[in-house]
């Protein structure tokens, strides 16, 4: 006892802030306990399942259990801690405590005995994810822990211990919402293999080394034993390892034997590490429903051998947040990284990189309901808040759980996967609600009859009753804070219809029949013959009004051509092989540019194991038998075409099989080129499990070197088989070339100066396996698990049982490097953002109409500038609302486009006025001037990095953003 106030009394004012804990410096090595479950938010059950106990034929497992033990069992110890993650079980459980139970824990969150850790709304996946999805689920989870425990409680150690890899934009996210640390357990075994050599086990990632730079950096730790305890040392009623014996006179006593495998386990820990600070991860999946047992076990190993070894060693309960900070007293220098961690492979034929496409259906509607659930909380804003029926909470909460590791990543089983889509539809049904009420507060003039505002989610496959009526009204929502064109398609019975624009005067529009391709994905859920084609052009965040109305003129068919050389618009020629109905090459006519492409469908055969190595391909696992691909058809891989040409559009349409067909489109005035694919059901009859591409082989000179965009936001730059920092010794030649592409991929020539790229409706996993060649993987159907875990094959059969089908879009822009940028930022600003269309079944005039209600709106009075996207606009109450605004380009990118940016905010929003404006960070769970976070010496600089500069330019209500920089504010409004 004197030698620990020894060393107390001596501590630099930083340790003094840890005393504490009981922090021991000089040779004692710190043993750090941390009690922990790690729950997923669904998995093998539902995540109700989950917290409930339910479905024990599958798992035991009970989270609510789980958290009234461990509060229980923290109330009878001070010392005792505990710290917890998914938001979505503990909300869960927190609205079925008494209020005398919620005070015992705010007691304990205030005693730092229980203590939130990462706490979004899920511990979401990191490669099938995008930024604007990440941040709304750790927001949701952030701000309950803030409005529920204050703002002491905010979490300051960000812990992703299981999802599979991990993004360079997710580290540099967690840096700007105010962590300090960043754990996880995942990494590649090669990786890490160096790492434990090096004593490297621990870093700071800069996770924006271009454009954020030191802003975006975090200390960041790598598990030792994965996220479990040390052997033997697993003390659940789900583990076997013998329980802490300290009665001598028993038979089974073995407190030596105990002391010495954790005094060993913990030796050989810190070997791997650069200070006396050892942490233990006391738990694992759903561990802890007996906390009675873990907390006598640990307590006895506590008090024995601190007792035993008071020089060689300090035990005591901990948490992460408590481990950084010992950390960080150690004042050492620190390697920095800046590239991320994927792909990982556990094995070296375990490269988990199929799970980057597996579940493409549910990767497209998770994009589909984040665009949705946008549009919902901007009319919640615009409406003055939420009616008293419907808020877009449930969406928001449904969408949070869906960005969970085991979700939209696809890892999930079957049933569990048909939860997660029925929660985002409870919740899209409620967001339609919030729509249909403030659209019809924003349509009426005064006080005129409600309108009926309808949705029809399968457009895409030409089903819609609310237009197959012939006569209705369609209001198109832009959630972008600029003007925008789109093309609208809606499905009709009849080809004698007239289009009007919100003036009443009639547009240029085409009358285009079903595709046989269509109607074979529909079958029986739509008869619909045509589909009505025109051009809507929309105000920054706002609506415009057509109308569709039967007619007795002539119909405006589009054409079908001869098999023609080519289709165009004002931007891009596209020419065909007239023998294989292949692409033939792209021309940029505005550039002058053209390059050779074919761009055609294979597919992968999955390995079930071979000779070396019994991995098969399965949900998480991409393991080809072989590199070679095989093609869709049996005719050479031929595709059957068909030219159809209209007043807006051009396009070809491709039969390459029963499974596998394709749309080529340019609209008029596009500045890309459409690739609309449609793939399934995949056939199985031959028992082999098919994993199939897209490729494009264009005559770039790329030199082993493609991008990859991390989250939506930042590009990676790739090199085939070569990792930055150790290396790689590449035994899947395919798979361990594979990555994440959740909006774009590209090559480069340098020589030539051009870029070919690929943006994507949903994310997949994709690669460029050889110069000038980029392909992304649309759909994966398997026959073996791949033992990982989830014990099912990848087997999904769809609606109709005989496989899923599925439709989604590539847009592809070929352009100067100097170019492409502005090309591709902004539209995959509107292929994550895309206009959300209502329907009203409306027999009477246009005319009437018009006199009737507002035809057009716009919440702005000017639109941003091309560079600011409007991120978030969210409704907190009637005197406030989040606003988050980003400039969306990266340094260097573009000549213009890649300054920084001031926006004013003055009188910018019609429907309020701003009274003043608090800076948050990107969490939005605390103000931005209240956050300090660790600073860290790095290998570049001799002092520790300073605070971000903080600014002035709020004051007149302006905004200044640099490039790649989010900033996140409370707004205080006033009508």
């Not at 009203?840 to 560079?867: F, H, I």
């Not at 009274?915 to 290998?939: C, F, I, P, Y």
């Amino acid at each position: 006892c004197d030698k620990k106030m020894a060393v107390k009394t001596n501590l630099l004012a930083p340790v003094l802030l840890l005393g504490f804990i009981g922090l021991s410096l000089s040779t004692v090595v710190n043993i750090h306990i941390v009690p922990h479950t790690h729950d997923d938010v669904g998995w093998l059950k539902t995540v109700d399942q989950y917290y409930s106990g339910t479905n024990r034929s599958i798992d035991p497992a009970g989270v609510k259990y789980i958290l009234d033990s461990v509060i229980s069992e923290l109330q009878k110890d001070s010392r005792r801690t505990f710290i917890y993650v998914e938001i979505a079980f503990f909300y869960r459980w927190w609205t079925e405590q008494s209020s005398e139970t919620k005070e015992i824990v705010k007691k304990l969150v205030a005693n730092k005995q229980l203590e939130f850790v990462n706490a979004g709304w899920c511990m979401n996946d990191e490669a099938s994810t995008d930024y604007n999805a990440i941040i709304d689920q750790m927001s949701e989870g952030l701000r309950f822990v803030e409005e529920n425990f204050g703002k002491e409680a905010r979490p300051r150690t960000a812990w992703h211990i299981d999802p599979f890899g991990h993004s360079s934009e997710q580290a540099a996210l967690f840096a700007k919402m105010g962590y300090d640390g960043f754990f996880f357990a995942r990494i590649d075994y090669q990786d890490i293999g160096k790492r434990e050599k090096e004593k490297r086990m621990e870093m700071i990632w800069r996770g924006s080394p271009n454009n954020l730079g030191k802003e975006s950096d975090i200390f960041t730790g790598v598990l030792f034993y994965f996220y479990g305890p040390p052997p033997e040392m697993c003390f659940d009623i789900r583990c076997g390892d013998d329980a802490v014996v300290d009665n001598e006179a028993l038979f089974t006593y073995n407190l030596e034997y105990k002391l010495q495998k954790f005094i060993e386990d913990a030796k050989n820990q810190n070997q791997h590490y650069r200070t006396k600070n050892v942490m233990f991860t006391m738990g694992s999946d759903f561990q802890w429903e007996d906390a009675q047992i873990w907390y006598s076990n640990l307590d006895k190993i506590i008090d024995n051998l601190n007792k035993k070894y008071p020089d060689q060693f300090h035990l005591f309960y901990s948490t992460p947040t408590r481990y950084i900070e010992a950390v960080h007293s150690a004042n050492l220098t620190w390697q920095v990284k800046t590239d991320d961690f994927f792909p990982y492979a556990s094995c070296p034929f375990c490269y988990w990189t199929g799970y980057f496409t597996s579940r493409p259906a549910l990767k497209g509607y998770v994009r589909t309901m984040n665009s949705f659930l946008q549009t919902c909380k901007h009319m919640e804003v615009f409406s003055g808040g939420p009616s008293k029926n419907a808020t877009s909470d449930k969406l928001a909460k449904a969408m949070g759980v869906a960005q969970h590791h085991d979700a939209v990543s696809g890892t999930e089983k079957q049933n569990v996967a048909d939860d997660y889509a029925m929660r985002l539809h409870i919740g899209e049904i409620e967001c339609r609600n919030v729509v249909n009420y403030s659209l019809n507060k924003l349509v009426d003039k005064s006080g005129s009859s409600q309108v009926n505002w309808e949705f029809c989610e399968y457009v895409n496959i030409s089903v819609c009753p609310a237009s197959e009526s012939n006569s209705f009204d369609v209001l198109i929502y832009n959630p972008l804070a600029r003007n925008q064109s789109t093309v609208i398609t809606v499905p009709v019975q009849s080809s004698k219809v007239s289009v009007f624009s919100p003036t009443g005067s009639t547009v240029v529009y085409d009358i285009v029949p079903v595709s046989n391709a269509t109607k074979n994905v529909r079958r029986s859920r739509g008869t619909a013959q045509y589909n009505v084609v025109f051009e809507a052009m929309l105000p920054p965040l706002g609506f415009a009004t057509y109308f569709v109305r039967p007619s007795s003129s002539f119909p405006r068919y589009s054409r079908e051509q001869p098999k023609a050389a080519s289709i165009k618009n004002e931007y891009y020629e596209i020419s065909f092989d007239d023998t294989t109905g292949h692409v033939q090459s792209i021309t940029n006519m505005h550039s002058t540019l053209s390059v050779k492409l074919d761009q055609q469908f294979f597919w992968y055969n999955a390995s079930t194991g071979n000779i070396n190595n019994s991995q098969a391909s399965g949900a998480y696992v991409f393991r080809p038998n072989s590199s070679n691909v095989f093609p869709v058809n049996s005719n050479n891989n031929k595709a059957e075409i068909k030219v159809i040409t209209g007043n807006l559009f051009q396009e070809v349409q491709q039969t390459f099989s029963d499974f596998v067909s394709q749309v080529i489109r340019v609209y008029k005035g596009g500045n890309f080129v459409e690739f609309e694919y449609t793939i399934g059901p995949i056939p199985f009859q031959d028992g082999l499990g098919k994993e199939v591409i897209s490729r494009f082989d264009t005559d770039l000179a790329s030199n082993s070197t493609w991008y990859t965009d991390a989250n939506g936001r930042e590009m990676q730059e790739r090199i085939r088989d070569y990792r930055k920092t150790w290396k790689l010794n590449n035994t899947e030649p395919v798979a361990g070339n594979y990555y994440p592409v959740n909006s774009r991929i590209y090559v480069q020539d340098k020589s030539k100066k051009t870029q070919f790229t690929v943006l994507t409706d949903r994310s997949q996993g994709g690669s460029s396996l050889k110069d000038g060649s980029v392909e992304l993987m649309l759909h994966r159907r398997l026959f073996k698990d791949d033992g990982k875990g989830v014990n099912e094959a990848l087997n999904e059969t769809g609606q109709f049982g005989d496989g899923l089908i599925i439709r989604g879009r590539h847009w592809i822009v070929f352009d100067t490097i100097a170019n492409s940028s502005a090309a591709h930022r902004l539209l995959g600003e509107k292929l994550l953002l895309r206009p959300a269309v209502a329907f009203n079944r409306d027999s009477g005039s246009p005319k009437d109409y018009l006199t009737k209600y507002n035809v057009m709106y716009s919440a702005v009075s000017r639109e941003l500038p091309a560079n600011v996207h409007l991120l978030t606009l969210q409704f907190v109450d009637a005197n406030t609302v989040i606003l988050r605004l980003e400039h969306q380009f990266e340094k260097n990118e573009d000549s213009t486009l890649s300054k920084p940016v001031t926006v004013s905010l003055d009188g910018l929003f019609k429907s309020f006025k701003i009274e003043s404006l608090t800076e948050l960070v990107l969490g939005a769970n605390d103000e931005l001037s209240n956050v300090h976070r660790l600073q860290w010496k790095t290998a570049e600089e001799e002092a520790p990095v300073t605070q971000e500069e903080k600014r002035d330019d709020l004051k007149a209500n302006s905004v200044t953003l640099n490039p790649m920089e989010i900033r996140t504010f409370e707004v205080k409004i006033s009508e």
